[in-house]
């Protein structure tokens, strides 16, 4: 593709608009880009889904310097993923991370995917865990109604499973073994209103299996 026939319109308005936004900011708020120049103190480390539906530092009005985010199709924490690895070894020593946060959305690809085994080979293989996940809970996945609902719910306990596979992840359990404190979340995004809906976790299943064993972890 050349500059002459890349959807040139749209693309350039992007640019245009980065320009209008960094000049309303300088005027706005003419400090901003001074201390973010000198580093960065986020207190939130999200994980979520790449959809572009799910427009967190929006949605939040966070604005810059306040979300550290990691992105996959449907929002995986892996154990065996170095781009997981790197970036939660970097956040929780460099970082002053309070809250760990994973958000799924509502309508997303990567966990229909796993339900009805669509999508390309990439995206089959990467979603397999929570392929996995569903067969695990397929009795109470089935007595939903319609596809749609069994989505939603695939997408909550997806997030419950991902905040629980931060709990185990290595440079987390380092975090709390030295004394640090972290408060756990889990959200979906629903793409049909715009808010952000908690998702219940299970701190009494997590106790039992000895994941919690300070009280350094916390729900807020
Ligand atoms: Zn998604």
Redesign the pocket.
């Known amino acids: 593709m050349t500059g002459e026939d890349r959807g040139g319109d749209e693309y350039e308005a992007l640019l245009a608009a980065n320009r209008e936004w960094a000049e309303d900011v300088s005027r706005s708020d003419p400090q901003l880009f001074e201390s973010m120049a000198e580093g960065q103190r986020p207190p939130f480390l999200l994980v979520a889904?790449?959809?572009s539906r799910?427009a967190l530092e929006v949605a939040t009005k966070a604005g810059p310097g306040r979300l550290f985010i990691h992105r996959n199709?449907?929002?995986q924490v892996r154990l065996d993923d170095p781009a997981m690895d790197a970036t939660l070894e970097f956040a929780l020593k460099a970082l002053p991370i309070r809250h760990l946060v994973v958000s799924?959305?509502t309508r997303?690809?990567?966990?229909e995917a796993a339900l009805d085994g669509g999508g390309s080979r990439g995206v089959v293989r990467w979603v397999e865990p929570v392929r996995e996940l569903a067969q695990r809970h397929r009795e109470e996945l089935d007595a939903l109604p319609d596809a749609r609902a069994r989505s939603h719910r695939l997408t909550e306990l997806n997030v419950v499973a991902q905040v629980t596979n931060l709990l185990r992840h290595p440079a987390v359990r380092r975090k709390l073994d030295g004394g640090g404190e972290l408060a756990l979340h889990g959200w979906v995004f629903q793409v049909e209103s715009g808010m952000l809906r908690e998702v219940e976790l299970p701190w009494d299943d997590w106790r039992q299996e000895g994941l919690l064993p300070s009280n350094r972890v916390t729900g807020r």
């Open positions: 889904c790449c959809d799910e199709v449907a929002n799924g959305h997303c690809g990567g966990v």
